[in-house]
């Protein structure tokens, strides 16, 4: 299991990062998701190693992350990090060398992974020859080549066609199928609802979400009643119910957990006619609206001495 725990990480006045804590399990895909500059990356560089932690520590099997671990660790940063005029598959075997891989087995897996995310054919290319999409996937290639342990992607999907996000997303599955904590970045909330098995919001360098999307999205869960030409305010004092829209033939509620919801359906007959009564959950971009706007903006240390 990858824990992060309770890592904190201060830059000049700015905390970035307060106590951030979850863990990633084997064979999970975790979606790590928050506005630019909640500390995502930040995040991502402390479990790599690449930034210390002020506070907190990052564990793998219940051991600190060292540099033997790191090895086996396939990272991809948000900005790419290849060397553009080198070719691709002589990129590739060099990397999967420096993480420990035999020549053959560098060969090898070269070959394979260029081949699964569709640029075989450009492995003679210099890096820099091929579009944006194609660096990506070529970026991919280089967090796996050397058959890690966990993986840990900014933003993979940055920049891909339909096509390439099926592709990844279908690696990114196998993976974690194989016993593989998977961790990545996105800002599109609805691949990240589609795929992950849990997610993390962050806001402000502090996590304010965490769970399962059927877990995060049945904690905002309300009802939608559809009412035929109700009287102002009939919902109002209903106990355990809180309104949160209301028009003339349309209320959603959002019902306390031990609420009566027959309760509530009687009181709206008694309003007018009943034409819909469901439960209804928000999904993730709704809910990650309404939780990273009720979040604290991150913490300004003005006139605190760094």
């Known amino acids: 299991m990858l824990e992060i725990g309770g890592i904190s990480k201060r830059f000049g006045k700015l905390q970035a990062l307060d106590g951030v804590t979850f863990a990633v ?47 086996r660790i ?7 990090g290849l060397y553009p005029k080198m070719k691709v598959g002589e990129q590739l075997r060099y990397l999967a ?12 897996s070269v070959q394979r992974w260029t081949e699964r995310l569709g640029v075989g054919a450009r492995i003679g290319d210099e890096v820099l020859k091929l579009s944006l999409g194609n660096q990506q996937r070529v970026q991919l290639c280089a967090a796996l080549v050397h058959d890690p342990e966990v993986l840990v992607l900014d933003e993979p999907f940055s920049g891909l066609d339909p096509t390439a996000v099926e592709v990844m997303s279908g690696v990114l599955r196998d993976k974690a199928d194989a016993g ?8 599109q909330l609805e691949l990240v609802e589609r795929i992950c098995d849990r997610i993390g919001i962050i806001a402000g360098g502090r996590m ?24 102002a305010g009939w919902a109002a004092d209903l106990s355990g119910v809180e309104v949160l829209a209301s028009g003339d033939t349309h209320t959603r509620l959002r019902l306390a957990p031990d609420t009566d919801d027959q309760a509530v359906l ?3 007959m008694a309003a007018g006619p009943v034409h819909d009564f469901r439960r209804w959950r928000p999904p993730l971009t709704e809910l990650y609206r309404d939780v990273v706007q009720d979040a ?8 605190v001495p760094a």
């Open 25 to 71: 399990k084997p064979g999970e895909v975790f979606g790590f998701v928050g506005s630019n500059g909640a500390g995502k990356t930040t995040t991502m560089r402390i479990v790599l190693g690449v930034l210390s932690a002020d506070a907190g520590e990052v564990q793998w099997q219940d051991a600190p992350i060292d540099s033997e671990v790191r090895r």
């Open 74 to 80: 396939g990272y991809m940063p948000e900005e790419r």
């Open 97 to 108: 060398r420096l993480h420990g891989m035999s020549t053959a087995e560098a060969g090898t």
């Open 180 to 187: 593989v904590p998977v961790i990545f970045s996105s800002h």
């Open 208 to 231: 304010v979400a965490v769970g399962s999307v059927d877990e995060l999205r049945s904690r905002e869960a309300s009802a939608v009643l559809d009412v035929e030409g109700p009287p």
């Open 266 to 268: 009687v009181a709206a």
């Open 296 to 303: 604290a903006a991150p913490v300004d240390l003005s006139g």
